[in-house]
């Protein structure tokens, strides 16, 4: 497939396990990709694997001078912007929520909601200039649930599909699409994270809970959870806006 060709598109939080397969499958498919994450050496890594144009740039999502600047300085590197994935995310703290850190609070806030506000913020003047584009915002399965021991990335990814209903409402006449993914379990270094702060044993008694959780019995690759985010970046999603969509292994089967 090149459903990309000629496209530009940048993903935050690239040098992760789902930003580089995100990353990946969209120069794979003939786009020019940035790819921005805090951690410039391990993006400039990432970029250098997957090859072609692919470029890296340092993106602390918190800040909206980098945000705007790496936005700005893309399209004008590559001639525009066609496709932002708001990918970057913290886990947070893991603490009931009498006892969780308030400095923690902030800093998954931060990332989480303020980084993807900043980033549709910043990039819908380019994709504006472009007649249109697409926002693919990376929420969770805990934008959808409760989850007990973590209530700042619980919150963080329920906010996450608020600002996706807004932006989708206000950009939808401009030709810019926003959706969102609600991602079960992902195998990588965040589930290897969670499962410990969670268990605090060596995370295998939360992996095997998890796991028998999902009805597939077993955790998402971070390339199945690209395609999605792909299939919704791209023109065959042309009429999908404004929506949130779970690739969770049949976990919310019984959910509304
Ligand atoms: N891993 C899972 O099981 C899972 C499940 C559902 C949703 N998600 C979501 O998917 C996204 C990617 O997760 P992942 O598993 O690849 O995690 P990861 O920890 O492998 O990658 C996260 C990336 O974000 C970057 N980052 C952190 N703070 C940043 C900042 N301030 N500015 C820019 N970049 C920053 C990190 O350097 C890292 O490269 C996150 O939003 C996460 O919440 C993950």
Redesign the pocket.
Known sequence: MSRFTGKVALV??????????ISRRLATEGASVVL????LE??QRAAAEIGGDAAAVR?????GD?VRESLTGSAQRFGGLDVLV??????GGFATTTEYDDDVFDRTF???VR?SYLGMKHAVPLLRARGGGAIVN?????GLQGTPGMIA?GMS?HALLGMTKTVAAEESAAGIRVTA???????????R??ESGLGGDDGTTVRSQYRDAIPLGR??S?EE?AALICFLASDEAAFITGSWHRIDGGLGINSA
């Open positions: 935050t939080g690239a040098a992760g396990v789902l930003g580089t397969a921005a994450d805090i951690d391990a993006a993106m602390d999502v918190t800040s980098d708001n990918n970057a995310g913290t886990e931060a990332i989480n980084g990376v929420a969770s399965v805990a990335y990814k993914v609600c991602p079960a379990p992902i195998e990588g270094r965040m589930m994270s969670i955790y998402a971070p959870v």
